[in-house]
């Protein structure tokens, strides 16, 4: 499969991955930011962005896609970064392909196993139709009867294009993502320790990763570097300029 992406900057190459309903676009302040120093990709994953649809969805698919990409783009040894759906990615890529990475960076996600807790979400999704909802305002309303954080909404919405003239539409899969829902939530496979350099990045304000997830991330990933933001679940888009300053650290440092 052939990923969408954008390219920026020199230096080590580090490939970012963004979270479920997410995009590349949501990681392109902080790309520019990055590629001071390194070679920033930043990458669609399948059934978002402008990356190509699949009834394949699963970590095991993503986690190959990333290795196809690597060896189409003849990326050698990247750093590998994820936020919460690109984390679970980048960790079971580790696990799948651990001498194709130099270091790892998960934002905000354990190898653990969650229940699905984007019903509301996905309800409010599939609330609105294309037929009659013609503007992104007339979206946001419809979207707010279910969603009511007014940040979600927008993060949503920015999936938003125009089809045809009149016809706006979800650049994410919908219907497969919900289809498929339950596998996003898996524990990461294969498992196996990975030594390499390891930084995970955890919101103060948000509940993915709990103290008590220390020993099973530490079990995996014995290196790894475990360093809480003030923020909630998106750590770099609510506290960018400490996400960061903690990213450059530990790459600039290992």
């Known amino acids: 499969m052939q990923l969408n992406f954008k390219k920026f900057g020199n230096g080590e190459p580090l490939i970012i991955l963004h979270g479920l309903f997410g995009s590349?676009?949501?990681?392109?302040?902080?790309?520019?930011?990055?590629?001071?120093?390194?070679?920033?990709?930043?990458?669609?994953?399948?059934?978002?962005?402008?990356?190509?649809?699949?009834?394949?969805?699963?970590?095991k698919v993503m986690a190959n896609d990333l290795y196809?990409?690597?060896?189409?783009?003849?990326?050698?040894?990247?750093?590998?970064?994820?936020?919460?759906?690109?984390?679970?990615?980048?960790?079971?890529?580790?696990?799948?392909?651990?001498?194709?990475?130099?270091?790892l960076i998960v934002v905000d996600?354990?190898?653990?196993?969650?229940?699905?807790?984007?019903?509301?979400?996905?309800?409010?999704?599939?609330?609105?139709?294309?037929?009659?909802?013609?503007?992104?305002?007339?979206?946001?309303?419809?979207?707010?009867?279910?969603?009511?954080?007014?940040?979600?909404?927008?993060f949503l919405l920015k999936n938003l294009f125009w089809k045809d003239?009149?016809?706006?539409?979800?650049?994410?899969?919908?219907?497969?993502?919900?289809?498929?829902i339950e596998l996003l939530g898996v524990e990461i496979e294969k498992i196996s320790k990975f030594d390499q350099p390891t930084l995970f990045i955890k919101g103060k304000n948000s509940d993915y990763i709990l103290e008590s997830d220390t020993v099973l991330i530490k079990n995996i990933f014995p290196t790894a570097k475990i360093i809480s933001v003030d923020s909630g679940h998106w750590v770099h888009a609510e506290n960018p300029t400490e996400f960061l300053q903690i990213v450059n650290s530990f790459l600039l440092s290992t």
């Open 109 to 154: 996600i354990a190898p653990k196993a969650y229940p699905v807790h984007h019903t509301e979400i996905l309800k409010g999704l599939f609330s609105i139709n294309f037929e009659t909802i013609k503007t992104r305002k007339d979206a946001d309303e419809k979207l707010s009867e279910t969603v009511s954080d007014f940040s979600i909404r927008q």
């Open 68 to 103: 196809e990409f690597i060896l189409q783009n003849d990326i050698v040894n990247p750093i590998i970064l994820g936020h919460s759906m690109g984390g679970k990615t980048a960790m079971q890529f580790a696990m799948n392909y651990p001498n194709q990475l130099s270091k």
């Open 24 to 59: 590349l676009d949501n990681w392109l302040t902080l790309a520019k930011n990055l590629g001071e120093n390194f070679e920033v990709f930043i990458v669609d994953a399948r059934n978002h962005g402008q990356s190509p649809h699949s009834d394949e969805f699963n970590y």
């Open 165 to 180: 003239k009149e016809t706006l539409a979800w650049r994410f899969n919908l219907p497969i993502i919900n289809a498929t």
